[in-house]
């Protein structure tokens, strides 16, 4: 008996060919009882073929058509979703999330920003000069605004726009002076 799968193979083929009329014949006899089958499956081979070599062919014949497509495709869903984000930014949810995300680009600092944010939007007058809040898209000197410690990025008071700028220079010349003193203290004796 053969055992490698050269041996196998050698077998097989030799099986074959002495017995190449017992089996030529006994395919025939299987085609003919199986007819049906043979005409089915031949049926899907050669669909299989043609759909293949058909969408080959259409591939090849419309690739600027097709790149045409995939650019007004990308271009269609690109405005919508611009335009969705847009839409989302104008409702409330939007805007109170678009708020806390610049909060927090400017370095503010909070364990619950749900919190500020009511606390932001509920009030209507300046906390130092008392002058009446507005909230736009454009600042304007009684835009709304949250106040911060610039060093630390703790929440301090909603202010008016006018007041703001003002605590923020204060600030920075406190962190400049912070600076200096502590260069001042650290400094080491050459
Ligand atoms: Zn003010």
């Given amino acids: 008996m053969p055992q490698t799968k050269e041996e196998k193979k050698q077998y097989q083929k030799e099986y074959r060919e002495k017995n190449k009329e017992i089996l030529s014949q006994k395919q025939k006899e299987h085609r003919k009882?199986?007819?049906?089958?043979?005409?089915q499956k031949d049926k899907e081979d050669y669909q299989k073929r043609k759909n293949t070599l058909n969408h080959k062919e259409y591939q090849e014949n419309n690739k600027d058509k097709k790149r045409e497509r995939d650019k007004l495709y990308y271009q269609k869903n690109k405005d919508k979703k611009n335009q969705q984000r847009k839409e989302w930014s104008q409702t409330e949810q939007?805007?109170?999330l678009c708020k806390i995300t610049d909060w927090k680009?400017?370095?503010?600092?909070?364990?619950?920003f749900d919190l500020v944010y009511e606390r932001y939007i509920n009030t209507n007058y300046?906390?130092?000069?008392?002058?009446?809040?507005?909230?736009?898209?454009?600042?304007?000197?009684t835009t709304r605004c949250l106040d911060h410690q610039h060093a630390s990025g703790e929440i301090r008071n909603i202010l008016c726009h006018h007041c703001?700028?003002?605590?923020?220079?204060?600030?920075?010349?406190?962190?400049?002076?912070?600076?200096?003193?502590h260069r001042y203290f650290n400094r080491t004796e050459i």
């Fill in 105 to 112: 680009s400017q370095g503010i600092k909070s364990s619950n």
């Fill in 94 to 96: 939007g805007k109170k």
């Fill in 164 to 181: 703001n700028t003002q605590r923020k220079s204060i600030d920075l010349k406190h962190m400049y002076v912070l600076q200096e003193l």
């Fill in 33 to 39: 009882n199986n007819i049906e089958l043979y005409r």
């Fill in 126 to 141: 300046c906390e130092v000069c008392n002058i009446e809040l507005t909230h736009g898209r454009y600042n304007t000197k």
